[in-house]
């Protein structure tokens, strides 16, 4: 799923989801997207900016634009660096060996070194390369005009030659940037590719449904069922064990209560199957799961479409010679509104 950029034209790659149109399927995937990246962005809004006439790449551009111009309104992160000047009054300290070697005949100059409060931080820099990078790919007259007020915001910021080695520090004076910063190196790398072909460049925006089902799934659980302990790939569990040595880490996507496994799994389900056509491999790895958490429920989560029934848990089986419970439950991400609901009642209630 994503789009191809280039001169001229653009191409969406679109999953399918049901039997929803074209503007469905976006608004679903902007939500899905807002989710996973942390962008808090309402239902209603999601369903503007889809109708709108704007293919997917614009979307996003115009959200990272909003959310990072929300943000830099309060003011960009900043810095204390050293700097080193001649002043004519102290400013700091003074640098004895600098003046000496520069300024041992002159009263009027002195070699200061202080620190100074800086907006020019590695943060800054890749921020700034994101905005100048989305604002040579944009088409659209709104989004161009936000990100020239973007680049005005960063004026005093240097730029970067390579903004994917800076070494920026996240920490809690900056955490309003953190994944806004995910967001920039997204757009920057890594799901960016370049599509360069002699003198002509484009962009591909390209995003793995399976990755983004679960991470979506995921963040969503953990809104739903505050405050029950949810774990996002958790790990320390192993399959096998050889004398002191531990083999075949085990990262489930998420874990419930510490004996709830649920796994995300971007599949259509096929209800004229007896077991609806789920992967062999797949049951092979939540009994895995079962045994290493001594799990009480094993839940395999996929998309929801209408031949399926209702959304939420639509087969459940038992592990053989076990209490184990196994479900197979779906989530129509096309009604956003109704995800945090239908994975409760996937859930169910901790005393059960």
């Known amino acids: 799923m994503g789009v191809l950029n280039v001169p001229g034209s653009s191409v969406e790659i679109l999953p399918k989801i049901g039997n929803k149109g074209d503007d469905a399927v976006r608004r679903a995937l902007v939500h899905m997207l807002a989710v996973a990246w942390g962008i808090p962005v309402a239902d209603s809004e999601a369903a503007l900016l889809t109708t709108q006439r704007k293919n997917l790449l614009e979307i996003l551009v115009r959200l ?8 830099v309104r309060r003011g960009l992160p900043h810095r204390y660096r050293l700097r080193e000047d001649d002043l004519p009054l102290l400013r700091g300290k003074l640098d004895i060996r600098r003046q000496l070697a520069r300024h041992s005949f002159r009263a009027d100059r002195l070699a ?8 020019d931080t590695p943060l800054n820099r890749v921020l700034k390369a994101a905005v100048v990078r989305l604002a040579s790919t944009t088409r659209s007259a709104a989004n161009a005009r936000k990100l020239a007020e973007l680049a005005a915001r960063f004026e005093f910021v240097g730029d970067s030659s390579n903004p994917m080695r ?5 920490d809690r004076t900056n955490s309003a940037y953190h994944r806004l910063h995910e967001l920039a190196c997204r757009f920057l790398a890594g799901d960016w590719q370049s599509t360069t072909s002699g003198t002509t460049e484009g962009i591909a925006l390209l995003f793995p449904m399976n990755d983004l089902f679960e991470e979506f799934i995921g963040r969503r659980m953990k809104v739903a069922l505050a405050p029950r302990s949810v774990r996002l790939q958790d790990s320390g569990r192993y399959a096998l064990v050889e004398e002191q040595r531990r083999l075949f880490a ?19 389900l096929n209800p004229d199957e007896p077991n609806l056509g789920v992967d062999q491999a797949d049951v092979y790895q939540m009994l895995a799961y079962a045994r290493a958490y001594e ?6 989560v996929y998309p929801w479409h209408e031949h399926l ?12 010679t076990t209490s184990t419970i196994f479900d197979i439950a779906t989530v129509d991400i096309g009604k956003p509104d109704s995800v945090r609901t239908i994975l409760r009642q996937i859930v169910g209630d901790p005393s059960q």
């Open 64 to 71: 990272f634009a909003d959310t990072l111009f929300a943000a």
């Open 112 to 119: 200061c070194s202080f620190d100074e409060l800086s907006v």
């Open 166 to 170: 800076e070494r920026v520090r996240l």
């Open 250 to 268: 085990l990262r489930p996507d998420i874990v419930v209560d510490g004996d709830i496994v649920i796994d995300t799994k971007w599949k259509d």
């Open 295 to 300: 799990a009480r429920r094993l839940v395999l």
């Open 309 to 320: 029934g209702s959304p939420g848990i639509c087969r459940s089986w038992s592990i053989a």
